[in-house]
């Protein structure tokens, strides 16, 4: 079963700790995406990286950054966590082009204390 | 913000009734994806309809897209007590970028 994996479901952080969100798709995807999702807001794409060492700015890029040395690991990193961080962290991945679906993984709800 | 609305925000009906979301977007599309979260998980791909399409069909699912007034339904038909979820319309506003609205939230009571 083709899958998106994220390294934690749950995670809990101190105020300016530097966080790592890890995503890993199995499907050999080229593009990969990290949303964030809060009530009444939706989903907002905060990076995504269409190829391996490429990243692109979503909407919401401040505070984070992200690496992709591999094809199938996406990683998302806030570098000083702060408690407007705390939010369900969605990885996603598609195919190259614009008539694919997103895959998603579980999602990471990160609570920032 | 090129964000999305659905409409209703949240719709309770009764199983066996049919369910119906609606979708606004504002820029020019691709195509418009519809998906399902399911409480605290991530979300299901449901179903794509490309800009050149009218109406497509899966299963209980029938999707309609109107790009001159740029909206887009969704209707579940015969619904269950498996259909709660919230429900999503997306849009490929860019390159290999989807613009997600704020989302449906269905109950559907036994």
């Known amino acids: 079963d083709v899958k998106v994996t994220q390294s934690s479901r749950y995670l809990v952080k101190r105020t300016g700790e530097k966080v790592f969100l890890e995503c890993v798709q199995d499907?050999?995807?080229?593009?990969m995406f990290w949303y964030r999702q809060d009530p009444g807001l939706g989903l907002r794409l905060i990076y995504f990286?269409?190829?391996?060492?490429?990243?692109e700015k979503g909407d919401i890029p401040e505070g984070y950054s992200v690496s992709r040395e591999k094809k199938e690991r996406f990683s998302l990193i806030l570098e000083s966590a702060s408690t407007n961080q705390t939010s369900m962290y969605l990885c996603?991945?598609?195919?190259?082009?614009?008539?694919?679906?997103?895959?998603f993984g579980s999602g990471t709800r990160l609570t920032v204390v | 913000s090129q964000q999305g609305e659905e409409d209703p925000q949240a719709l309770s009906i009764q199983e066996g009734e049919n369910a119906t979301m609606n979708c606004s977007y504002k820029?020019?599309?691709?195509?418009l994806q519809w998906y399902r979260q399911n409480s605290g998980r991530g979300l299901v791909h449901l179903i794509l309809?490309?800009?050149?399409?009218r109406e497509k069909h899966s299963g209980r699912l029938r999707v309609t897209l109107d790009t001159s007034k740029k909206s887009s339904s969704l209707l579940i038909t015969a619904s269950r007590a498996a259909d709660t979820a919230s429900y999503f319309c997306a849009n490929s506003g860019g390159y290999n970028k989807l613009i997600f609205g704020a989302g449906t939230r269905l109950a559907v009571h036994p």
């Open positions: 309809i490309r800009s050149n399409e």
């Open positions: 820029t020019s599309i691709n195509n």
């Open positions: 990286s269409y190829d391996v060492k490429m990243k």
């Open positions: 996603a991945s598609s195919r190259q082009g614009t008539l694919w679906g997103y895959t």
């Open positions: 499907m050999d995807h080229e593009n």
